[in-house]
């Protein structure tokens, strides 16, 4: 093979995208690599920071399902984000409802739900982080941020009354602890 050759398809796929106007300040976008994958980005940072990513994983589309979102009425769709896939609204962003793929809404008993202590007005979820761990979360998200890593059980802490405690697991078997960062008292056995 023919080494010019070679260097100019290297450069002219790498040049594809310059010469496209900065929507931000007019300046010139230039592919740069990051550590979350290729982009574009303008020539003039830092004193303008316009980014574009090239590779959109963020909650595009990848079949309806034919169902009615619970929130508004629009059609739930399942979607790939970046943490991998979810059921969410197709009217997002007026609509934020998104469901787990491990258990749907209508699996879950009354029993299961338990209160959020933060915000009060929603409830605690399962939810899975990229890394496949589970923890449990407001379903309030984003306004609320109350999140915990063990499995949420009824009660109140014997020491600072905070309304939940979390399935503590030791080797010297289950222990109930509470929810609140700030005290974590272990209540002993469950009776």
Not at 117 to 126: D, I, N, S, T, Y
Request: glycine share 10%; aromatic share 8%.
């Amino acid at each position: 093979m023919n080494k010019k050759t070679d260097d100019k398809l290297f450069s002219a796929q790498e040049h594809a995208f310059d010469n496209q106007p900065c929507p931000q300040c007019g300046g010139q976008l230039q592919l740069r690599h990051g550590k979350h994958g290729p982009f574009l980005g303008c020539t003039q940072y830092p004193a303008c920071e316009y980014i574009r990513p090239l590779h959109q994983n963020d909650g595009h589309i990848v079949k309806e399902l034919g169902v009615p979102c619970p929130q508004c009425g629009h059609e739930l769709v399942l979607r790939q984000g970046r943490y991998g896939m979810f059921i969410g609204c197709s009217d997002y962003p007026n609509c934020h409802h998104i469901e787990s793929l491990d258990a749907p809404a209508e699996e879950k008993s009354a029993s299961e739900e338990f209160a959020c202590p933060e915000c009060g007005k929603g409830h605690l979820v399962e939810r899975k982080n990229r890394f496949g761990k589970v923890f449990y979360a407001c379903d309030n998200f984003p306004k609320c941020k109350f999140a915990v890593n063990q499995p949420p059980v009824a009660g109140k802490c014997e020491v600072c009354g905070y309304p939940l405690l979390v399935e503590k697991k030791l080797a010297s078997g289950g222990k109930r602890q509470c929810a609140d960062r700030k005290c974590h008292h272990i209540q002993g056995d469950k009776s």
